[in-house]
C-alpha cells in the first residue's frame, strides 16, 4: 500500500511541475470545446429547462440528473464545435448505458 501512496505522490509532484497544470487543461480544451465559464452557464441553463419542464408535467424532481447532465455536458460541447465526432460517440454510450439501466430496472421490478 504504501509503494502506491509514494508512487501516486510522485506522480502528483511530477504533475504539478509539469506543464499540465489544471489551468492549462483548461486552456487546452478550451480551444476545442470553448471556454469553461460560458460552457458551464450554458449547461446549467438546459439543465433548468430540463428539470422545470419535468416537474410541471409530473410534479416531482426529476430522478437520473446524472445521466441527462452527462448528455447536456456534451450538447453544450458540441454547440462549440459540433464536428467533434468523440462528443457524439460519448452521448451514445451515455444514452445506451442509461437505456441499459432502465431496462434492467424494469426487469428487476416484473
Not at 460560458?38 to 440528473?65: C, F, K, Q, S
Not at 454547440?79 to 460517440?89: E, G, K, M, Q
Request: with cysteine; glycine share 4%; aromatic share 8%.
Amino acid at each position: 500500500m504504501r509503494e502506491k501512496i509514494n508512487s501516486a505522490s510522485k506522480f502528483l509532484t511530477k504533475f504539478l511541475k509539469s506543464d499540465n497544470t489544471p489551468t492549462r487543461l483548461l486552456e487546452e480544451r478550451g480551444k476545442v470545446y470553448g471556454d469553461y465559464q460560458g460552457g458551464t452557464e450554458l449547461r446549467a441553463a438546459i439543465m433548468e429547462i430540463i428539470e422545470d419542464r419535468y416537474l410541471l408535467t409530473n410534479n416531482e424532481t426529476m430522478p437520473r440528473v446524472i445521466c441527462i447532465f452527462d448528455i447536456v455536458n456534451k450538447l453544450s460541447r458540441l454547440a462549440v464545435t459540433p464536428t467533434h465526432v468523440d462528443s457524439w460517440r460519448d452521448i451514445s454510450g451515455y444514452s445506451t448505458l442509461t437505456s441499459d439501466l432502465l431496462e434492467q430496472e424494469k426487469n428487476n421490478a416484473s
